[in-house]
């Protein structure tokens, strides 16, 4: 990508087609609303209100986020005891959700599953917006070759399907915790990343960027005390939206088997595919069927609280 | 509009009591009120007003062209049929062949990724069941008589390959292609360079002429209805201030924002250095008007009684009429005049010139 | 449009080598390359075996064993620097010779010819559905903008967006596999017809949340079209609204949907690794995850390769088909 001085009006083209990858446009495009010295945006901010189904998905995540820091501690049957009941029960008092083949409890692995799930997200999404946000930031910032050398790593991250990348790299290397967590980190790189060099670009042109300058203040400051705090904001908007792609994208590994390994290691895409078999899938439905659930709520969860924060901190919405 | 007798044919185009609203967050705009006209088959009528008059709103409103969100009432009559009905029951072949429209920027109104010879084309294709070789072959030859040089070449180029004059006069063709009996041309010219301005103008005149076709023409410039309209209808702030035949009206006109109107455009008779009169103030605002003649806080005759209800349109459809109390022309439009110069400011506020500019 | 062309070239290949170079780094330096080629054979004392000094309890299999590490070092040029190992190993890829998996001694080329079309059937039928669902849905959801068609389906889109494909897979399996019995809930290949109507179910998995999101991006494109004055015109033209939505405020709506159309086979490419393990399908994404399962590198390299290559090729076309959709850009 080109990306020199003033961004041309195809390479803004072609930047938002990278960004539409990750349906964070429609942020970027009302983000673009106001323009450098188009002055006050305070006016504009509207519609400052997040509504009832926002906070129903906060609960949600909390409870989530609650029960996977607390799970060992829970009054919850051993996840990993084999023949916690009898194989394939149907849910009942004692197993909520009915037992797996190997007679585990379905519901005390569905909320350990919520661990890894959570924990792989949250990394990864810290990871990229460290990472791609402070990378995404000087870029914008310093333009020139750095800005095109960084707009080309991007570019080349986003050259592989996000699940191919991921497989390149587990399949060299031992599938840790810390291997899968770096891994999906990385594929948040570029998306994150752009997102900051954008937000970077509209704000370095701003009154307040030139007054520091004019006043004498060293690049490092003006990065951290003016463009930060601002950079920040959208990207911390979209936390949720990209924590979400990360649970799906760590479900997807798990399910093929290639997140972390081991027994005691229960995630959710590996429940799932252990139900999906047809004769479980035919016979004990809930195995797979509780955890495609609890996984869709909260990815939904993830979304609908994501999708509301975004607007919430948007400047102008988009009129439907 | 001259004055008719009972055994006169049935107007074309009938518009009674034409009201249009939209709900917006700021309240309800009251774009159109009451708005009253007849079109006589073969006669233009130009409708004139400042932006904001309603006058654009009225014509989509004829080519049932307004958002889902507009109230509309009031009764619009094309050859003794209910056009709203029409619309609404998706009556196939009514719009685009008995009445269609030309759009202000000629930049936006084409399809800016269809060649223009298919969108010519694509009217009579669909309405008159041509093939697409002849309605081709057509629109090469609506293209020729729109004056466009080298129509065999145009048909097959975009929009975006033609200047801003050739493309309003594609989309003349395109409107004239199914030989519609009623044309509104909603500000054709004024999106195009002004060298261009008066070509267009005068094509269309001709058209329209060549075709005996009636013509709505929509305008905010008086001058651009001289000489070519039969009738003129002034808007203002959603209603009709004044309407007669164009010898009255630019002549013999009534209201004061006609005169405001016709004094506001240079003339070639006027001296150099002529100072041009604009009209003080701006259109007021639609959303929640007051009960008063929209027009008196910048109107000079403006006497208290204006301030009190909005005054009625005069007469009867098809004669000279106009909504005001203290007429131009008349004893008690300079009366209201001379009162007001004497205080040196209006009823309504508005602070005179001492030195009063000669009255046409 | 020629420098853009030039320009859009240029990156074409400096992406190209930079997605290869990823690659041979995740082969050269993750590890040691000849133990990621050919797995514990790599610990062979090979020298020590040839030259009679260890013994081993069957010489027959370390002898066989230490030519397959041979031809291994010969095929990755294992014996050249770095950066000729790296051309040599492009210009192998290039000339279509994608490496061998020494595990069952097959060329990948052929593993990839016979694995490919059932991918690529896969695909196109997704795409077809995530097409043939989105456009007519957004049109009418466009067209009857913020009415309650409208506001049901973006609860809906939102809603499909958020079922992981493995999840969506699973149930749809479930419910018209098992269930109902509708389509056949594993892949038949006896005749053409059976392979794609056994295709169906999972071409759904992957075409329908693709389809949520072309709809939505269509929906808010034609809305902000329909707003244009050539529709209005067309309007004034007399056309039926179903003839302007398609004839004439489609096609300038399609920016987003083609934009995303290039990026979306990423994303596609990703669920079919899923959906062929779901379905039982033997394409390109079953086999991938099998080779890494069975640590057999080369084919995961090559067909990573094979994958990422294709996709930088599709996005660039997609660029051009851009100038199809405007004229204006040819001129531009």
Same mark, same amino acid.
């Given at each position: 990508?080109?990306?020199?001085?003033?961004?041309?009006?195809?390479?803004?083209?072609?930047?938002?087609?990278?960004?539409? $990858?990750?349906?964070?446009?429609?942020?970027?495009?009302?983000?673009?609303?106001?323009?450098?010295?188009?002055?006050?945006?305070?006016?504009?901010?509207?519609?400052?209100?997040?509504?009832?189904?926002?906070?129903?998905?906060?609960?949600?995540?909390?409870?989530?986020?609650?029960?996977?820091?607390?799970?060992?501690?829970?009054?919850?049957?051993?996840?990993?005891?084999?023949?916690?009941?009898?194989?394939?029960?149907?849910?009942? =008092?004692?197993?909520?959700?009915?037992?797996?083949?190997?007679?585990?409890?379905?519901?005390?692995?569905?909320?350990?599953?919520?661990?890894?799930?959570? %924990?792989?997200?949250?990394?990864?999404?810290?990871?990229?917006?460290?990472?791609?946000?402070?990378?995404?930031?000087?870029?914008?910032?310093?333009?020139?070759?750095?800005?095109?050398?960084?707009?080309?790593?991007?570019?080349?991250?986003?050259?592989?399907?996000?699940?191919?990348?991921?497989?390149?790299?587990?399949?060299?290397? &031992?599938?840790?915790?810390?291997?899968?967590?770096?891994?999906?980190?990385?594929?948040?790189?570029?998306?994150?990343?752009?997102?900051?060099?954008?937000?970077?670009?509209?704000?370095?042109? $701003?009154?307040?960027?030139?007054?520091?300058?004019?006043?004498?203040?060293?690049?490092? $400051?003006?990065?951290?005390?003016?463009?930060?705090?601002?950079?920040?904001?959208?990207?911390?908007?979209?936390?949720?939206?990209?924590?979400?792609?990360?649970?799906?994208?760590?479900?997807?590994?798990?399910?093929?088997?290639?997140?972390?390994?081991?027994?005691?290691?229960?995630?959710?895409?590996?429940?799932?595919?252990?139900?999906?078999?047809?004769?479980?899938?035919?016979?004990?439905?809930?195995?797979?069927?509780?955890?495609?659930?609890?996984?869709?709520?909260?990815?939904?969860?993830?979304?609908?609280?994501?999708?509301?924060?975004?607007?919430?901190?948007?400047?102008?919405?988009?009129?439907? | 509009?001259?004055?008719?007798?009972?055994?006169?044919?049935?107007?074309?185009?009938?518009?009674?009591?034409?009201?249009?609203?939209?709900?917006?967050?700021?309240?309800?705009?009251?774009?159109?009120?009451?708005?009253?006209?007849?079109?006589?088959?073969?006669?233009?009528?130009?409708?004139?007003?400042?932006?904001?008059?309603?006058?654009?709103?009225?014509?989509?409103?004829? *080519?049932?062209?307004?958002?889902?969100?507009?109230?509309?009432?009031?009764?619009?009559?094309?050859?003794?049929?209910?056009?709203?009905?029409?619309?609404?029951?998706?009556?196939?072949?009514?719009?685009?062949?008995?009445?269609?429209?030309?759009?202000?920027?000629?930049?936006?109104?084409?399809?800016?990724?269809?060649?223009?010879?298919?969108?010519?084309?694509?009217?009579?294709?669909?309405?008159?069941?041509?093939?697409?070789?002849?309605?081709?072959?057509?629109?090469?030859?609506?293209?020729?008589?729109?004056?466009?040089?080298?129509?065999?070449?145009?048909?097959?180029?975009?929009?975006? &390959?033609?200047?801003?004059?050739?493309?309003?006069?594609?989309?003349? %063709?395109?409107?004239?292609? !199914?030989?519609?009996?009623?044309?509104?041309?909603?500000?054709?010219?004024?999106?195009?360079?002004?060298?261009?301005?008066?070509?267009?103008?005068? =094509?269309?005149?001709?058209?329209?002429?060549?075709?005996? *076709?009636?013509?709505?023409?929509?305008?905010?410039?008086?001058?651009?209805?001289?000489?070519?309209?039969?009738?003129?209808?002034?808007?203002?702030?959603?209603?009709?201030? &004044?309407?007669?035949?164009?010898?009255?009206?630019?002549?013999?006109?009534?209201?004061?924002?006609?005169?405001?109107?016709?004094?506001?455009?240079?003339?070639?008779?006027?001296?150099?250095?002529?100072?041009?009169?604009?009209?003080?103030?701006?259109?007021?605002?639609?959303?929640?008007?007051?009960?008063?003649?929209?027009?008196?806080?910048?109107?000079?005759?403006? $006497?208290?009684? !204006?301030?009190?209800?909005?005054? &009625?349109?005069?007469?009867?459809?098809?004669?000279?009429?106009?909504? !005001?109390?203290?007429?131009?022309?008349?004893?008690?439009?300079?009366?209201?005049?001379?009162?007001?110069?004497?205080?040196?400011?209006?009823?309504?506020?508005?602070?005179?010139?001492?030195? %009063?500019?000669?009255?046409? | 449009?020629?420098?853009?062309?030039?320009?859009?070239?240029?990156?074409?290949?400096?992406?190209?080598?930079?997605?290869?170079?990823?690659?041979?780094?995740?082969?050269?330096?993750?590890?040691?390359?000849?133990?990621?080629?050919?797995?514990?054979?790599?610990?062979?004392?090979?020298?020590?075996?040839?030259?009679?000094?260890?013994?081993?309890?069957?010489?027959?299999?370390?002898?066989?064993?230490?030519?397959?590490?041979?031809?291994?070092?010969?095929?990755?040029?294992?014996?050249?620097?770095?950066?000729?190992?790296?051309?040599?190993?492009?210009?192998?890829? %290039?000339?279509?010779?994608?490496?061998?998996?020494?595990?069952?001694?097959?060329?990948?080329?052929?593993?990839?010819?016979?694995?490919?079309?059932?991918?690529?059937?896969?695909?196109?039928?997704?795409?077809?559905?995530?097409?043939?669902?989105?456009?007519?849905?957004?049109?009418?959801?466009?067209?009857?903008?913020?009415?309650?068609?409208?506001?049901?389906?973006?609860?809906?889109?939102?809603?499909?967006?958020?079922?992981?494909?493995?999840?969506?897979?699973?149930?749809?399996?479930?419910?018209?596999?098992?269930?109902?019995?509708?389509?056949?809930?594993?892949?038949?290949?006896?005749?053409?017809?059976?392979?794609?109507?056994? *295709?169906?179910?999972?071409?759904?998995?992957?075409?329908?949340?693709?389809?949520?999101?072309?709809?939505?991006?269509?929906?808010?494109?034609?809305?902000?079209?329909?707003?244009?004055?050539?529709?209005?015109?067309?309007?004034?033209?007399?056309?039926?609204?179903?003839?302007?939505?398609?004839?004439?405020?489609?096609?300038?709506?399609?920016?987003?949907?083609?934009?995303?159309?290039?990026?979306?086979?990423?994303?596609?490419?990703?669920?079919?690794?899923?959906?062929?393990?779901?379905?039982?399908?033997?394409?390109?994404?079953?086999?991938?995850?099998?080779?890494?399962?069975?640590?057999?590198?080369?084919?995961?390299?090559?067909?990573?390769?094979?994958?990422? !290559?294709?996709?930088?090729?599709?996005?660039?076309?997609?660029?051009?088909?851009?100038?199809?959709?405007?004229?204006?850009?040819?001129?531009?």
């Amino acid at each position: 990508m080109s990306a020199r001085g003033r961004p041309s009006r195809r390479g803004r083209a072609s930047r938002q087609r990278l960004l539409q $990858r990750f349906r964070i446009v429609r942020l970027m495009r009302s983000r673009r609303g106001p323009e450098p010295g188009g002055g006050s945006e305070e006016a504009e901010v509207v519609r400052r209100r997040l509504g009832f189904g926002f906070w129903l998905a906060v609960i949600w995540l909390l409870a989530m986020a609650f029960v996977s820091l607390f799970a060992p501690m829970l009054p919850l049957a051993d996840p990993t005891e084999v023949a916690f009941g009898g194989p394939r029960e149907s849910p009942s =008092l004692d197993a909520w959700f009915g037992t797996d083949a190997l007679g585990r409890d379905v519901f005390a692995r569905t909320m350990h599953g919520a661990r890894i799930s959570l %924990a792989v997200g949250g990394f990864a999404i810290v990871f990229g917006m460290v990472v791609g946000g402070g990378m995404g930031i000087l870029a914008g910032y310093y333009r020139g070759r750095l800005d095109q050398g960084v707009g080309f790593v991007f570019f080349v991250l986003l050259s592989f399907p996000a699940l191919v990348l991921a497989i390149l790299i587990t399949a060299t290397l &031992e599938r840790s915790l810390l291997v899968v967590s770096l891994t999906i980190g990385i594929l948040s790189i570029a998306p994150v990343g752009l997102l900051a060099r954008a937000s970077t670009l509209v704000y370095a042109e $701003r009154e307040f960027v030139a007054a520091a300058r004019v006043l004498g203040a060293r690049h490092g $400051r003006i990065i951290v005390r003016e463009l930060l705090p601002n950079v920040v904001i959208p990207m911390g908007a979209l936390t949720l939206l990209g924590m979400a792609v990360a649970v799906v994208a760590e479900g997807s590994l798990a399910f093929l088997g290639l997140s972390v390994a081991g027994d005691d290691a229960i995630s959710w895409g590996k429940m799932i595919v252990d139900g999906a078999g047809l004769r479980d899938l035919q016979n004990s439905t809930h195995v797979a069927m509780f955890p495609v659930a609890v996984m869709f709520l909260t990815v939904l969860a993830l979304n609908f609280a994501g999708d509301r924060i975004r607007q919430y901190f948007d400047v102008k919405e988009l009129p439907f | 509009m001259a004055v008719e007798s009972v055994s006169a044919p049935a107007p074309l185009l009938s518009v009674r009591d034409l009201h249009v609203r939209f709900p917006t967050e700021r309240g309800t705009v009251n774009a159109v009120n009451g708005v009253s006209f007849d079109l006589y088959e073969g006669r233009t009528l130009a409708i004139v007003g400042e932006s904001g008059s309603g006058k654009s709103v009225t014509a989509k409103t004829l *080519m049932n062209l307004l958002p889902r969100t507009a109230h509309v009432s009031g009764e619009v009559t094309y050859d003794g049929q209910d056009v709203r009905a029409l619309a609404a029951a998706g009556t196939k072949h009514f719009f685009g062949v008995q009445m269609t429209m030309v759009f202000q920027d000629p930049m936006t109104s084409l399809n800016p990724v269809k060649k223009v010879g298919e969108q010519i084309a694509e009217t009579l294709r669909y309405h008159l069941g041509r093939s697409r070789s002849d309605a081709l072959e057509e629109a090469e030859h609506l293209l020729d008589q729109v004056g466009i040089p080298e129509p065999s070449r145009r048909v097959s180029q975009y929009p975006h &390959e033609l200047s801003g004059g050739l493309r309003q006069r594609v989309v003349i %063709a395109m409107a004239l292609a !199914c030989q519609p009996r009623l044309l509104i041309a909603d500000e054709p010219t004024t999106a195009v360079d002004v060298t261009v301005q008066k070509h267009l103008l005068d =094509l269309l005149d001709r058209l329209r002429r060549d075709r005996g *076709m009636s013509m709505i023409l929509i305008t905010h410039d008086l001058g651009v209805a001289h000489g070519r309209a039969d009738d003129v209808a002034v808007m203002y702030a959603g209603r009709l201030v &004044e309407t007669a035949d164009a010898r009255t009206l630019f002549f013999d006109m009534r209201h004061p924002y006609t005169e405001a109107l016709l004094r506001s455009i240079p003339r070639i008779e006027d001296p150099v250095h002529h100072r041009l009169d604009p009209i003080p103030g701006r259109p007021p605002e639609l959303v929640d008007p007051p009960d008063a003649c929209a027009f008196a806080p910048r109107c000079i005759y403006a $006497r208290a009684d !204006c301030l009190d209800g909005v005054p &009625e349109l005069s007469g009867l459809v098809g004669l000279h009429r106009f909504a !005001c109390l203290h007429p131009t022309g008349t004893e008690r439009g300079e009366a209201a005049l001379a009162t007001n110069r004497t205080a040196g400011v209006t009823a309504a506020g508005l602070s005179l010139p001492q030195e %009063a500019p000669g009255s046409g | 449009m020629a420098r853009y062309l030039v320009k859009r070239l240029v990156l074409l290949v400096a992406v190209l080598f930079a997605v290869t170079f990823l690659g041979f780094s995740a082969m050269n330096f993750l590890g040691d390359p000849l133990f990621n080629v050919v797995g514990v054979m790599a610990e062979l004392d090979c020298e020590g075996i040839e030259a009679g000094t260890v013994e081993d309890t069957s010489m027959d299999r370390a002898r066989s064993d230490c030519e397959t590490v041979a031809e291994a070092r010969a095929e990755y040029h294992l014996d050249r620097s770095v950066p000729v190992r790296y051309v040599l190993w492009v210009s192998d890829l %290039a000339t279509g010779d994608l490496g061998t998996s020494f595990q069952n001694d097959q060329p990948v080329s052929q593993i990839v010819r016979e694995k490919l079309p059932e991918t690529l059937i896969l695909l196109v039928m997704a795409q077809i559905v995530s097409l043939g669902v989105a456009i007519p849905w957004g049109v009418i959801a466009a067209y009857r903008a913020n009415r309650a068609f409208d506001r049901g389906s973006t609860v809906a889109s939102f809603g499909l967006l958020s079922v992981p494909n493995f999840a969506l897979g699973v149930v749809l399996l479930y419910l018209f596999a098992l269930r109902w019995q509708i389509f056949p809930s594993a892949y038949e290949s006896e005749t053409t017809l059976g392979l794609l109507f056994s *295709m169906i179910l999972p071409a759904v998995t992957l075409g329908l949340p693709l389809a949520a999101s072309y709809q939505r991006l269509l929906r808010t494109d034609l809305i902000t079209t329909l707003q244009e004055d050539f529709v209005h015109m067309a309007r004034a033209k007399g056309l039926p609204a179903m003839r302007i939505m398609f004839r004439h405020a489609l096609r300038p709506s399609m920016f987003s949907v083609v934009t995303v159309f290039g990026v979306s086979t990423g994303a596609l490419i990703g669920g079919s690794l899923v959906v062929e393990q779901i379905f039982g399908i033997p394409g390109i994404g079953r086999e991938i995850v099998t080779a890494v399962i069975r640590d057999d590198f080369p084919v995961v390299l090559a067909i990573v390769m094979l994958v990422a !290559c294709t996709f930088v090729v599709i996005n660039f076309l997609v660029d051009l088909f851009y100038s199809w959709l405007d004229p204006r850009v040819r001129t531009r």
